[in-house]
């Protein structure tokens, strides 16, 4: 027996996936995005150029393809925001804002446990060619509004950083090192290689003993300069004004290297250590990273489906799913009325009506139970009389009533 591979899973009911995925839509539309799609595979040299040669996905997450000798390096897509911007680059978008949303699969070479799969699914929204920070606001109002008011989530936080301008973090990396020099003989491996490849990500640390020291260092809030300390102000005056609870955050500084400015994580303590399940920010040099003529300040952000269902799944029943439509099941009995039971079916469906067909035959009391285990409204039964008569007997299967009527009346009488 084969076993699916792990770190994956197998949706057997698509019913809360595809609620998501609608509510996520139809919301997003509201704010005049559109949805687009790229490949899952992409080349290896965008996501060095973009996500950094530092980053955890870069370094050892990345399912690289072997595709022969001599041909360019691809990957199964680790994230989507450099697909996109590698879209709109590659296609010549000129008019700003090109604001997008995809869905898919997204593939990182993890350990898989609650909420982290090594095949995840994730909606990604961009914003690209927006310059004012109060897109940032709106965006991060658009997801508040998604989570609490149409998916009725209460259990979350949103935590928030400003990580300033490249200038910003020039200066504030040159104190956050001899910070970190003082308590080299206390930090963690992992940190001290951090502190020397990709300072920021120290931040990241899982270990209590860092996070500890964490709380002393220098912020880089503290250390804005006069444009981007505006900013920072401006968002959160924004964000007050409209009504979205937030928590600073100064360890935030999201894994991926293209982020500058405004970065946020929806979290809940819910979903174990794994908590974050949407998390996203500014970047405005990535366009011209991809190969783009000229920068375009953008922000974006993605959601985790995985991990936003583990928080649906308690309080599913109270959600708006669509209901299945009403199943009609045909029980011919016997190979005689076996063609008939095929027309029969095939009217019902013209006129739309969910139907199917019994063909293996059984006994009658046999085929109800297999309809009834099947969650059929109505069967339609087709034996030697009723095909003589051209009538078919419709039993309704949850009052146990039964009705004789002409088969070319059933339809009409089933949509009633």
Known sequence: ????????????????????????????????????????IEPTELFKRSLGLQTEIVKKEMFLIDVGKGEESICLRPEATAPIVRAFVENGIQTTPWKVFTYGPMFRYERPQKGRYRQFHQITIEAIGVHSIGYDAQIIKMLDCLFHEILTLNNYALQLNFLGCIKDREAYLHK?????????????????ERKEKNIMRVFDCKNSKCQEIFTKAPKLIDNLCDTCAQEWQQLRDDLDLLAVSYLITPTLVRGLDYY???????????????????????????????GGKEDQPSVGAGIGIERLMLLL?????????????????????????????????????????????LLDGDSLKGMLRKANKMGAAYCLILGEEEQRKHEVTIKNMMTGEEKRIPQSEAATYLMR
């Open 313 to 357: 799944e308690p309080i599913k029943n109270t959600l708006p799913l669509p209901e299945l439509p009403a199943l009609h099941v045909i029980i011919p009995m016997s190979e005689k009325q076996q063609l008939l039971a095929l027309l029969v079916s095939n009217e019902l469906h013209i006129h739309k009506l969910c139907t199917d067909v």
């Open 260 to 290: 500058n400015k405004t970065v946020f994580e929806f979290i809940s303590h819910n979903l174990g250590a794994q908590k974050e399940f949407c998390g996203g920010g500014r970047y405005d040099q990535l366009v011209r990273e991809v």
């Open 176 to 192: 956050l090192y001899t910070f970190l020099e003082k308590h080299a003989d206390t930090l963690c491996n992992l940190c001290l």
């Open 1 to 40: 027996m084969f076993k699916r591979v792990k770190g994956t899973q197998d949706f057997l009911d698509l019913s809360l996936f595809n609620f998501i995925v609608e509510q996520m839509k139809q919301h997003l539309q509201l704010y005049h995005f559109h949805e687009i799609a790229t490949p899952i």
